[in-house]
Nanobody
Framework: QVFLVESGGGLVQPGGSLRLSCAASGFTSSTSAVTMSWYRQALGKEREFVGA????????NHADSVKGRFIISMDNAKNTVYLQMHSLRPEDTAVYYCSALWRGDRYWGQGTQVTVSS
């Protein structure tokens, strides 16, 4: 059973920074690559992709809406993926979800709220 636990959300002023963490457990094989992703869902809107990183290659991909402001990274030793967010805007307000794609199955965390407001 794969478990993903997000942390680090909160209230931040526009222009501020925040770092989200996602602790992962339950991956029983170190030989199978995992793609870790962040998604977000604002109130009344559909869930949208934010960024992804491959555990095997370290290759990252970010949504156009966050490029240059958000950075996804991974610490394989700690089985933790991070989302460093800078220059936050009110429109970044959402519940942020960590997701893992492993052996063809997708897993989700419970989400952490990020609110950008003055």
């Amino acid at each position: 059973q794969v478990f993903l636990v997000e942390s680090g959300g909160g209230l931040v002023q526009p222009g501020g920074s925040l770092r989200l963490s996602c602790a992962a457990s339950g991956f029983t094989s170190s030989t199978s690559a995992v793609t870790m992703s962040w998604y977000r869902q604002a109130l009344g809107k559909e869930r949208e992709f934010v960024g992804a990183i491959s555990s095997a290659s370290g290759t990252t991909n970010h949504a156009d809406s966050v490029k240059g402001r958000f950075i996804i990274s991974m610490d394989n030793a700690k089985n933790t993926v991070y989302l460093q967010m800078h220059s936050l805007r009110p429109e970044d307000t959402a519940v942020y979800y960590c997701s893992a794609l492993w052996r063809g199955d997708r897993y989700w965390g419970q989400g952490t709220q990020v609110t950008v407001s003055s």
